[in-house]
C-alpha cells in the first residue's frame, strides 16, 4: 500500500495534469478556432506536454506517485526547452535544424517556424509555452520537495 500524498504532493500532481493540459488546449483553440496553425517546431512543443498528462494520470493510480509527477514534470520542462529554442528562432538568435526558415514558393501550406503566428508584448506562442512550461515545472518541482509543516 502506498503512502498517502501530502497536500503539496497532490497540488503538484493536479498541476502537473492541468497546466499541460491548458497549454494543449489553447494550443488547438488557436490553430482550430484562429487558424493559427503549427509549424513542425510547435508540433514539438506538444508530444511532450501529451506525455506530461499520460504520466500524470499514472500518478493517479500507479505507485510510486511522487516519481510518475517528477517525470510529468520533466516532460513540461522538455516542452519548455523546445519554446526557448523555438523562440530563439523567431528572434534570429539562431538558425532552425528544419530548413524551415526559407520559403517554398511552390508550396502553399508551408508553415515557417521563423515567424510567430502572433505575439503578444512580443512575445509569440513559443515564447509563452516556454515561460508557462519551465515555470510550472519549477513549481511542481519545488512542490514535490517542501516539507510539510506539522502544527
Known amino acids: 500500500m502506498s503512502t498517502p500524498l501530502s497536500p503539496s504532493d497532490?497540488?503538484?500532481?493536479?498541476?502537473?495534469?492541468g497546466i499541460p493540459a491548458i497549454l494543449l488546449a489553447g494550443a488547438y483553440i488557436s490553430e482550430?478556432?484562429?487558424?493559427?496553425?503549427?509549424?513542425?517546431?510547435?508540433?514539438w512543443q506538444r508530444y511532450p506536454h501529451f506525455v506530461a498528462v499520460a504520466l500524470a494520470f499514472v500518478s493517479y493510480v500507479s505507485p510510486p506517485?511522487?516519481?510518475?509527477?517528477g517525470l510529468a514534470a520533466l516532460?513540461?520542462?522538455v516542452s519548455g526547452a523546445i519554446g526557448v529554442f523555438h523562440a530563439g528562432v523567431?528572434?534570429?538568435?539562431?538558425?532552425?535544424?528544419?530548413?524551415?526558415t526559407s520559403t517554398?514558393?511552390?508550396s502553399l501550406e508551408f508553415v515557417r517556424c521563423d515567424e510567430p503566428a502572433w505575439t503578444?508584448?512580443?512575445i509569440s506562442l513559443a515564447g509563452f509555452n516556454a515561460l508557462l512550461s519551465i515555470g510550472s515545472a519549477i513549481a511542481i518541482c519545488m512542490?514535490?520537495?517542501?516539507?510539510?509543516?506539522t502544527q
Open 10 to 17: 497532490r497540488l503538484a500532481q493536479r498541476l502537473a495534469l
Open 32 to 43: 482550430y478556432g484562429f487558424g493559427l496553425f503549427p509549424c513542425e517546431m510547435c508540433w
Open 65 to 69: 506517485k511522487r516519481a510518475w509527477i
Open 75 to 77: 516532460a513540461i520542462a
Open 90 to 100: 523567431e528572434y534570429g538568435w539562431w538558425e532552425s535544424p528544419l530548413g524551415c
Open 104 to 106: 517554398d514558393p511552390f
Open 120 to 122: 503578444l508584448m512580443g
Open 143 to 149: 512542490l514535490l520537495l517542501a516539507k510539510e509543516r
